[in-house]
């Protein structure tokens, strides 16, 4: 496979799906395995993903390692050495690098309701 941006595979899915340094918009499968790929949206049961960029992923059981992510959405979610902007699961286990914990979610949903009423306090 070249590397032009037509390159791009457009949708997998299946049962079982193995991915290898391919890029790849959409993947939905019971389990999933990606090494050394980039996708838009994964989404499946069991994923096992490894060296890889992802923009969002939805699983029952995700594990990465090594691995950037816009967002990702699990019951059970094992990360190392990862980097998310979002992340939503019941349990999260290893070394995870969020930009909004909960703290500064917060911190931040608060800067905008004071900023929105300064604003509205100023104009009126």
């Given at each position: 496979m070249g590397r032009g941006a037509s390159n791009v595979i457009p949708a997998v899915s299946g049962d079982r799906i193995e991915i290898d340094q391919s890029a790849v918009r959409s993947v939905?499968?019971?389990?999933?395995?990606?090494?050394?790929a980039a996708a838009q949206h994964v989404s499946g049961?069991?994923?096992?993903?490894?060296d890889s960029a992802l923009l969002t992923v939805r699983g029952r059981d995700v594990r990465m390692d090594d691995c950037a992510s816009l967002a990702v959405v699990g019951e059970q979610v094992t990360m190392r050495d990862c980097g998310t902007i979002l992340l939503l699961a019941r349990r999260v286990e290893g070394d995870v690098r969020t930009v909004f914990a909960p703290a500064s979610a917060f911190a931040l949903g608060l800067g905008i309701v004071v900023g929105i009423t300064l604003v509205r306090r100023l104009r009126a």
């Open positions: 939905d499968g019971e389990r999933i395995e990606l090494r050394q049961d069991s994923l096992d993903v490894a």
